[in-house]
């Protein structure tokens, strides 16, 4: 593979340049003229990648990083949804592959419990050798947990998003319609061992899919989607629940109609969330495809014009990185569905974009930080700038 340069950094920011709604703002620093560029070091040896998108990148405890998607095989052998990488990309032989079922099964969700052992939800009836409807637990060593409470039903459509809280408590959310045989309508709290907790309460639940569920620090829940109500109520496809399952009121007026078109990615930070998706509107008022609210729920700034949003990372310095299909940001064409912003929402970062060149020549679907601050790309891409990159790819 062949390295990047980026230039000098420069911000670009929301005011007036020739008409086009930017100004130039303060440099990111030489600090970060790196950051972007491809790390040619990552995948050093691999052969033809993954045969399909990868969905979901989960950091493990031992460093290693687990990829998880609709594929069926990575480097011509098979891998049913899941591979397992050394934190320098090299694959781990001894966990997995999986015995995933039907042929066409996928995972879409992933996360890592405090005891190393990991969650996966996807689209599946068996995995690793267990019947396990939508969801399974791994040891560590990536064998099947049979001690998680699945059930013989387990549930009864895909899981989209699991996030856990700080108790450990296991939200998932989806397209399904019951747990174990009961009422789940898309969105379900299990305790660490898969028994479902009915300390939270969803009622009739949300009237259609949920597509992302994140945990605050303060354990209460945000859940995007395509719904248009919860518990009987108008909730536009974006809503932030306690800890019981009931709706926080304040933070609803603040949203308002909240979105016209399906959200599909979710971040909280200490300053605020971030809400990407399809949509055009955000309640009431016009807006691109990802923006910023405080914490309360009110709207900070708009920084994605058009195209869909999948996935948001934020990095140490408080930049926030956003994936999804698009080429634009900011009024900035040819931000090629990637793109570093400023911890504000309000700056296009130039020397990543420069370092990106190209851009990625499908969907990014996942992202994740290392330990480092290299960062991992996951997606239906094949070629990143121009260069082989099935799947999966680490930026500096």
Same mark, same amino acid.
């Given at each position: 593979m062949r390295s990047l340069l980026a230039p000098a950094a420069v911000?670009?920011?929301?005011?007036?340049?020739?008409?086009?709604?930017?100004? /130039?703002?303060?440099?990111?620093?030489?600090?970060? !003229?790196?950051?972007?560029s491809l790390d040619e070091s990552f995948d050093a040896g691999w052969g033809s990648g993954f045969t399909g998108s990868v969905d979901a990148i989960a950091m493990l405890s031992d460093g290693g990083i687990l990829a998880a998607g609709r594929?069926? !095989?990575?480097?011509?052998? !098979? =891998?049913?949804?899941?591979?397992?990488?050394?934190?320098?990309?090299?694959?781990?032989?001894?966990?997995?592959?999986?015995?995933?079922?039907?042929?066409?099964?996928?995972?879409?969700?992933?996360?890592?419990?405090?005891?190393? &052992?990991?969650?996966?939800?996807?689209?599946?009836?068996?995995?690793?050798?267990?019947?396990t409807a939508k969801i399974a637990r791994l040891l560590p060593n990536g064998q099947l947990d049979t001690s998680f409470a699945v059930g013989s039903t387990g549930f009864d459509g895909v899981v989209s998003s699991i996030a856990l809280d700080s108790q450990g408590r296991v939200y998932v959310g989806g397209t399904?319609?019951?747990?174990?045989?009961? !009422?789940?309508?898309r969105l379900v709290?299990?305790?660490?061992?898969?028994? &479902?907790?009915?300390?939270?309460?969803?009622?009739?639940?949300?009237?259609?899919?949920?597509?992302?569920?994140?945990?605050?620090?303060?354990?209460?829940?945000l859940a995007g989607?395509?719904?248009?109500a919860y518990q009987g109520?108008?909730?536009? =496809?974006?809503? =932030?629940?306690?800890?019981?399952?009931?709706?926080?009121?304040?933070?609803?007026?603040? /949203?308002?109609?909240?979105?016209?078109?399906?959200?599909?990615?979710?971040?909280?930070?200490?300053?605020?969330?971030?809400?990407?998706?399809?949509?055009?509107?955000?309640g009431g008022l016009e807006t691109g495809t990802s923006l910023w609210l405080d914490a309360f729920g009110a709207r900070r700034a708009s920084f994605l014009s058009a195209g869909d949003t999948s996935a948001f990372a934020r990095q140490?310095?408080?930049? /926030?990185?956003?994936?999804?299909?698009?080429?634009?940001v900011l009024d900035r064409v040819a931000t090629l569905r990637l793109a570093r912003i400023s911890s504000d929402g309000t700056a296009l970062d130039e020397a990543f974009l420069a370092a990106n060149?190209?851009?990625?020549d499908g969907v990014v679907r996942a992202l994740a930080i290392q330990a480092d601050g290299k960062i991992l790309v996951g997606g239906e891409f094949r070629t990143f700038n121009g260069v082989a990159a099935a799947g999966l790819l680490r930026l500096k």
């Open positions: 911000f670009l920011g929301l005011a007036t340049l020739g008409g086009c709604g930017l100004q /130039i703002a303060e440099p990111w620093g030489a600090a970060n !003229a790196a950051v972007g594929f069926t !095989a990575f480097d011509a052998r !098979a =891998r049913g949804g899941l591979v397992k990488f050394s934190a320098d990309g090299v694959p781990d032989p001894g966990f997995g592959p999986f015995a995933i079922s039907p042929a066409n099964a996928s995972v879409h969700a992933v996360a890592v419990q405090s005891d190393g &052992r990991v969650l996966v939800g996807g689209d599946f009836s068996g995995f690793a050798g267990g019947s399904f319609s019951t747990y174990g045989g009961s !009422a789940a309508p709290r299990l305790a660490a061992n898969g028994v &479902r907790d009915t300390g939270f309460a969803v009622g009739s639940g949300f009237s259609l899919d949920v597509n992302e569920v994140v945990v605050e620090s303060d354990d209460r829940v989607g395509s719904f248009t109520i108008s909730r536009s =496809r974006f809503v =932030r629940l306690l800890s019981d399952g009931s709706v926080d009121a304040s933070f609803a007026t603040a /949203i308002g109609t909240a979105a016209n078109g399906s959200v599909n990615a979710l971040l909280s930070t200490s300053t605020g969330i971030l809400v990407g998706g399809n949509f055009s509107f955000f140490a310095d408080g930049a /926030i990185l956003v994936g999804g299909d698009f080429n634009r060149g190209t851009g990625f």
